[in-house]
């Protein structure tokens, strides 16, 4: 549990020290990716997703909006809502960011023998799979306290 902040923290430094030419940082790179495998999404489901709050996925998206990276556009089917798509410059700019931040775990990674990179592989790959099951069963937003406070809401 100690590793994963420790990893956020030096992608973070290391993404502000490429800040010229990567254009994006961590939260950046986490909405665009959801949007890039998702494909275009409304800006509530985003937050839905608990990529970040309303406001500050609001504030996210209308700098990748001004930077050229994501697009809005009005719901056909409900102009009230709004959907955003990613760009060519934020396929560019998320191939930018992993490359990157590969580099820098390759260079961590370079001394830990070979049997303990595929553990270390096999664990994430496992931790993934179970994340991605438990979001699209619902049981991540329960585990989260989302339906909770969903209903505290409905209450008041």
Not at 1 to 18: F, G, K, Y
Not at 20 to 37: D, K, M, T
Not at 77 to 96: C, F, N, Q, Y
Not at 103 to 123: F, R, S
Request: net charge positive.
């Amino acid at each position: 549990m100690r590793a994963a902040p420790r990893i956020r923290r030096l992608m973070e430094v290391r993404a502000r020290a490429d800040s010229s030419s990567l254009r994006i940082g961590v939260p950046q790179f986490a909405v665009l990716r959801h949007v890039e495998r998702e494909g275009p999404k409304h800006i509530l489901g985003l937050a839905g997703n608990a990529l970040a709050s309303k406001q500050t996925l609001s504030q996210l998206i209308d700098g990748l909006v001004q930077d050229g990276l994501l697009t809005r556009s009005a719901d056909p089917t409900d102009r009230r809502k709004v959907e955003v798509s990613i760009t060519d410059a934020g396929r560019d700019a998320l191939i930018r960011f992993e490359a990157v931040q590969m580099q820098l775990l390759t260079g961590l990674l370079k001394d830990l023998p070979h049997t303990d990179i595929e553990k270390l592989g096999d664990g994430l790959e496992a931790l993934n799979d179970m994340l991605a099951a438990a979001r699209k069963s619902g049981a991540l937003r329960r585990l989260m306290g989302f339906e909770d406070r969903k209903k505290e809401h409905a209450v008041k």
